[in-house]
């Protein structure tokens, strides 16, 4: 967090290159010249068991450097395909930037896109949205992701928090549901975000390094009220599918997991970021939960590239004044191979910042991790097929930008 000021003024020169056409030049000799680059000293860190995951959930600022880093990353530890889960909202730099990122990767990538919020005061705003929804799926966006903004930092004019399940939005909802557009949601953040901020939290380090991430005191909504809230908006649209990320915003509370995912079979989930809470549960316990859903769960990891390349890995990095590399990175990801794929006890879990414990491994079954890593996300998020206008790995056009993907913006 607080690198993110010095970091500013080159993004807002790197924002300059990002538009569709400068970017789709620069990334398609990298993108050939990676594919049978240098694999760094160290072994590859892949995963054993599925040599094609797809991570159901990444940030991905578009930007040449950000992709050129990116790749290096997937193809070391394994990624085949992934999911950039902030594309921005329609119409605008970056959302027009992702697209250009979308036609030159094709089938490689899916991108969740944001709804603007400027205007929440005015009584038509959602209806207003409808249009813009329209748009993404033209633009072969698979949904909305909402941030946790919604409930615990967007206000109206009169100063009073949104809820999340307030009714004036309720259009967006059915609208995405009538779109086929999934609606990824990041409700709340880990239960000890809401309470004192004090060295005697556990996730003090995480708090001090970004004190923003606090939700304790004034008139902030409680966890317990967040979940409520998140679990009245799932009932009320059962023809809307949620991805309801980071374990259900629930990584603490297996039973509540459970309870929305056997309870709403519109929903699915994703592990992003809470491989440190989830492995701290008994290994049986969790094993149970994967295997009884194992439809419905996405492998997810919010691995950050931000336009000058540099890397967030599940959240703020634990060194101090420094930032991870392309090895750490391998590693975050290695740290999520063997967290599910052996029954290792008391192991390193991805995200040190996120807590001073260990974790103990769930080892998954085969046909499980294989729905896990791969099935899951294909089927929800990849069904229908985004051909590339070039074949980054060929450096070629190979086909058209479709029909269906609607005129250029202007
Ligand atoms: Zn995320």
Redesign the pocket.
């Known amino acids: 967090m607080t690198l993110r000021g010095h970091r500013r003024g080159f993004r807002r020169l790197v924002a300059r290159f990002v538009l569709f056409g400068a970017i789709v030049p620069a990334v398609v000799p990298f993108a050939s010249g990676c594919r049978g680059g240098e694999r760094g000293g160290a072994a590859p860190a892949r995963s054993p068991a599925a040599r094609e995951v797809i991570d159901s959930?990444v940030?991905i600022t578009p930007s040449m450097v950000a992709l050129a880093t990116a790749l290096q990353v997937f193809e070391r530890a394994g990624i085949g395909r992934f999911v950039v889960?902030?594309a921005g909202a329609v119409g605008s730099p970056r959302y027009r930037a992702t697209l250009a990122l979308q036609r030159v990767l094709g089938d490689r990538m899916r991108a969740f896109a944001q709804l603007d919020w400027d205007g929440i005061d005015d009584p038509d705003f959602a209806r207003k949205q409808v249009p813009n929804l329209e748009r993404m799926r033209r633009d072969g966006i698979v949904g909305i992701?909402i941030f946790k903004n919604l409930g615990l930092g967007l206000r109206t004019a009169d100063g009073k928090l949104v809820p999340p399940d307030d009714p004036r939005l309720d259009e967006i909802f059915e609208a995405c549901g009538r779109l086929g557009l999934i609606v990824a949601w990041?409700v709340a953040d880990p239960v000890k975000f809401f309470d004192p901020p004090t060295p005697d939290n556990e996730r003090w380090d995480e708090l001090q390094l970004a004190p923003g991430w606090s939700f304790h005191g004034g008139d902030f909504p409680s966890h317990a009220e967040l979940m409520a809230a998140q679990e009245r908006r799932i009932a009320r649209h059962p023809k809307t599918t949620f991805l309801l990320?980071h374990f259900a915003n629930y990584a603490e509370n297996l039973d509540y997991v459970e309870h929305i995912l056997d309870t709403y079979p519109n929903v699915y989930t994703d592990t992003?970021?809470r491989v440190p809470e989830i492995g701290r549960h008994p290994p049986e316990r969790v094993r149970a939960l994967f295997v009884r859903h194992q439809d419905r769960i996405l492998f997810g990891s919010?691995f950050?590239v931000e336009g000058d390349g540099s890397m967030q890995l599940g959240s703020a990095w634990h060194v101090p004044d420094a930032l991870p590399g392309l090895d750490d990175a391998v590693e975050f990801y290695a740290r999520h191979w063997r967290f599910f794929e052996t029954t290792e006890k008391q192991i390193e879990h991805p995200t040190p910042i996120q807590g001073r414990w260990k974790v103990d491994a769930i080892g998954l079954p085969p046909e499980v991790l294989r729905k896990f890593y791969v099935t899951n996300a294909e089927r929800l998020l990849f069904r229908e097929p985004l051909p590339a206008v070039f074949d980054p790995l060929e450096g070629m056009v190979v086909r058209r930008r479709p029909p269906s993907q609607g005129p250029a913006e202007p």
């Open positions: 959930h940030h889960k902030s992701k990041h990320i992003s970021a919010d950050i």
